[in-house]
């Protein structure tokens, strides 16, 4: 027998066994979230979630409310810093204003003539003959201040001076055809200093006080020398007009710069 003879269909009313359904299940219920209020109630739980939502603008309108207070807090601080700055940049201002409106006013040069000597007579001005040699060392003069003579090779820069200078430097100056202005600080100051410098020009000129001399005021030139007892004498000008870089002198067209500073020079 074969195995195709063997094999028969199974009954026409023999049929599979139905599936077996699944168990009921229970479908889950959605549970509240933590911190949040529920209610069976729909009105009630209406009524909940407005709660919710108010709490949370309330929240949110105070956060607003710091942030704007803050804000404005940093804005006024804003304001004070700027208001400061302003205020110091108004002071410095001023301050530098100031500083030009009141500051002294320079005293300007007088004007005289240059190698136009006339050969005037000045009331009051005495002469002299002096040599002109360089030498080392100090040197004893004949007049006081000395108003020429043997001398230091190296001249006295030109200038004003608030401090004694050494003779011997400020006798080369007088070679080259510069005044020398003395005067005892003990009797001119202040007032009449200012006065005695408002009559000097601005080159050719050294002034200085002086220990030791005959009267409050020395002028010097070349062999020519005044003593006065006031910066107000008429006389100052006219010394000036007659011996000021004058043709007269050893080297009327030698520079009164470019050597020697002496100490305490002003200008």
């Known amino acids: 027998m074969s195995y195709a003879a063997a094999w028969t269909r199974p009954p026409a009313h023999e049929t599979a066994p139905e599936a077996e359904e699944p168990p009921d299940t229970m479908t889950p219920t959605e549970q509240p ?3 949040k209020r529920a209610s069976g109630d729909p009105a009630r739980q209406a009524q909940i979630d407005l709660t919710v939502k108010q709490q ?4 949110k309108q105070a956060k607003l409310a710091e942030y704007q207070k803050q804000l404005a807090k940093r804005r006024r601080g804003r304001l004070v810093w700027w208001t400061v700055g302003v205020a110091g940049a108004l002071v410095v201002a001023a301050v530098v204003v100031s500083s030009f409106v009141f500051a002294p006013r320079p005293i300007p040069a007088a004007t005289y003539g240059a190698l136009d000597s ?27 201040p000395p108003a020429g003579g043997p001398h230091n090779p190296y001249w006295l820069n030109c200038g004003v001076y608030d401090q004694p200078q050494q003779n011997e430097n400020a006798v080369h100056s007088l070679e080259h055809g510069a005044v020398w202005v003395t005067y005892d600080a003990a009797k001119v100051s202040g007032d009449e ?4 410098k408002a009559q000097l020009p601005s080159t050719y000129v050294v002034l200085s006080p002086y220990e030791g001399l005959p009267s409050p005021i020395v002028l010097s030139a070349w ?21 000021w870089r004058s043709q007269n002198v050893p080297e009327p067209t030698s520079p009164c710069t470019g050597a020697i500073d002496g100490p305490g020079k002003q200008r």
């Open 118 to 144: 006339t050969g005037a007579k000045i009331e009051g001005v005495e002469t002299f003959d002096n040599e002109t040699t360089h030498v080392e060392g100090p040197v004893d003069y004949p007049q006081n």
């Open 33 to 35: 979230r933590a911190g």
């Open 193 to 196: 200093l200012d006065a005695l």
């Open 56 to 59: 949370r603008e309330a929240q």
């Open 223 to 243: 062999n020519a020398q005044l003593k006065l007892d006031s910066a107000s004498d008429p006389r100052i000008p006219q010394f000036f007009e007659e011996y």
